[in-house]
C-alpha cells in the first residue's frame, strides 16, 4: 500500500462541551473519520516523507497530536465513545499496537518519531526542538503533560551516547525493537487498567503477537522481558519506582512489572512448539540473559535442552554426537554444548541449576564417567560446569 500524507490542514478543535453532553451523530462520525488519521500520522512521520515539510506543515502536524490528546481527555471517561473511537482506530490501522490509549500520548509519539527522522530538513528539525521544549503547562502542576520531558530524555540519550562514554547494554535489543517493546509493555499495563481479568489480558497479548510474523514476534517479547528486567534493577538501584512514589509504591509497581511478565511468559510457555521455536530463533547468550532473571523460564529451558539432547546418538565413525533424526528441529552437539556452557556462565545459582540438572541425567543414564557412552557426561566434562 502507498503511503500517503495525512491532510495536515489544521483540525477543527470541537468546543468544550458538558461532561455530560452527547455529541450529534454527524459531529461524531467527522471526529471518527479525524481519528482514522493517526496511523497515516504516525506513518509519515516516520518516512521520508518529511523531506519536504516546512516549518508550518510541522506546526500542524503537532496540532493534530495534540488534537488527538485532547480527544482522549475528553473522551476517556465515555466508555461508549471511547470503545467507538478504538474501534475505529483499530479498524483504519495496517498493525495491532493502536487503541484508544495511543491518542493520549499522540504528542509524544509524534515528537519522538520526528527526532528520529533524519529526512526531516534543519529549519523544521530546529523548529521541533523549540516546540518540545516548551513548557505551555508550566505553573499549571508538578507534572506537566507536554512533551518537553521526551525531549530531555533523548537530549539526555544522545549524551550518554557519545563514544567516550558508552552506554551499559542489554543482550541484543536495538533500538528499534526495543522501542516496540516498550510499545508493548504500555499498552500491556494499559490493559490491565482497563481489564482486570488476567484471562482476558492474555486474549488480547495474544492477538496482537500472533498477528507478527512469528521470528519478530518473539524478538519484542524477549526484549520486553530484558527491558522489565532492566527496569526492575534500575528502580532497586535508585531506591525509588517509575513514578516517585514511597515503599508501597515500589511493591505496587514490581507486582505490575511481575504480572505483566506473567503475561508475556504464559503465552511463551503456553505451547510447547512455541517456546521450542522460540529458543532456536534467539541467539543462547539471550536466552541465559533471561534464564537467569526469570526462574519459570530457565526451568523450562532446560527441560526443553534436556529433550534435545536425548535425541543424539554416538557415532563412533565420526567420533562425535549427532541428531537421530535430521530432519527435526532440535540442536546439533555443537549447539546445545554452547547453550549449556552459556547458562554455566551465568549466576552462581544458574550454574548450580544446570550443574545439578547435568549430573541428575548423568546419574540416570548410568553414571558413566568416559566419553561416548552418556551425552551428559560428556556434556559435564565438556562446559565445565
Known amino acids: 500500500m502507498e503511503l500517503q500524507t495525512p491532510s495536515l490542514r489544521g483540525p477543527a478543535r470541537p468546543g ?25 500520522l504516525l506513518a509519515v512521520s516516520r518516512s521520508a516523507l518529511v ?25 476517556r471517561a465515555r466508555p461508549l465513545l471511547r470503545e467507538a473511537l ?36 534543519p529549519a523544521a528539525f530546529r523548529r521541533l526542538l523549540r516546540s518540545l521544549l516548551q513548557s505551555p503547562g508550566a505553573g499549571a502542576g508538578p507534572e506537566p503533560r507536554g512533551p518537553e520531558p521526551l525531549a530531555r530524555r533523548k537530549a ?6 557519545l563514544p567516550r562514554r558508552p552506554p551499559p547494554r542489554l543482550p541484543g535489543p536495538e533500538a528499534r525493537l526495543r522501542a516496540e517493546a516498550q510499545l508493548l509493555l504500555s499498552r500491556l499495563r494499559e490493559e490491565e487498567q482497563e481489564m482486570r481479568e488476567a484471562a482476558g489480558q492474555l486474549r488480547w497479548l495474544c492477538g496482537v503477537l500472533e498477528r507478527l510474523p512469528q521470528p519478530r514476534a518473539f524478538q519484542v517479547v524477549a526484549a520486553a522481558l530484558a527491558v522489565l528486567e532492566q527496569e526492575r534493577g534500575a528502580g532497586q538501584a535508585g531506591g525509588g519506582s517509575r513514578d516517585g512514589s514511597g515503599p508501597g509504591g515500589r511493591r505496587a509497581s514490581a507486582a505490575g512489572d511481575g504480572c505483566t511478565a506473567g503475561l508475556l511468559l504464559s503465552w511463551l510457555l503456553g505451547s510447547q512448539a512455541r517456546f521450542s521455536a522460540f ?69 552462581t545459582l544458574l550454574k548450580e541449576q544446570t550443574q545439578t540438572a547435568l549430573k541428575l541425567l548423568r546419574t540416570q543414564d548410568g553414571d558413566f564417567k568416559v566419553r561416548g557412552v552418556s551425552v551428559w557426561t560428556d556434556l559435564l566434562m565438556e562446559v565445565g560446569c
Open 16 to 40: 468544550t462541551a458538558p461532561a455530560g453532553h452527547r455529541p450529534k451523530p454527524e459531529a461524531m462520525e467527522v471526529v471518527l473519520g479525524q481519528v482514522e488519521q493517526l496511523p497515516a
Open 51 to 75: 523531506r519536504d515539510w516546512d516549518s508550518l506543515t510541522l506546526d500542524r502536524a503537532l496540532e493534530w497530536a495534540r488534537y488527538f490528546q485532547h480527544l482522549h481527555d475528553r473522551f
Open 86 to 121: 478504538g474501534r475505529r482506530l483499530r479498524r483504519s490501522q495496517p498493525f495491532p499496537l493502536l487503541g484508544f490509549p495511543t491518542l493520549g500520548r499522540c504528542p509524544q509519539l509524534v515528537g519522538l518519531a520526528l527526532l528520529e527522522n533524519r529526512a526531516l530538513p
Open 156 to 161: 539526555a540519550a544522545r549524551l550518554l551516547a
Open 279 to 347: 529458543c532456536l530463533c534467539l541467539p543462547c547468550s539471550h536466552l541465559a540473559f533471561l534464564a537467569d532473571r526469570y526462574s519459570q523460564l530457565s526451568r523450562s529451558y532446560l527441560d526443553l535442552l534436556t529433550d534435545w539432547g536425548s535425541h543424539l546418538l554416538y557415532d563412533p565413525l565420526q567420533g562425535q554426537w549427532v541428531k537421530s533424526c535430521l530432519d527435526k528441529a532440535g540442536l546439533s552437539w555443537e549447539e546445545l554444548r554452547q547453550r549449556f556452557s552459556s547458562l554455566c556462565q551465568g549466576s
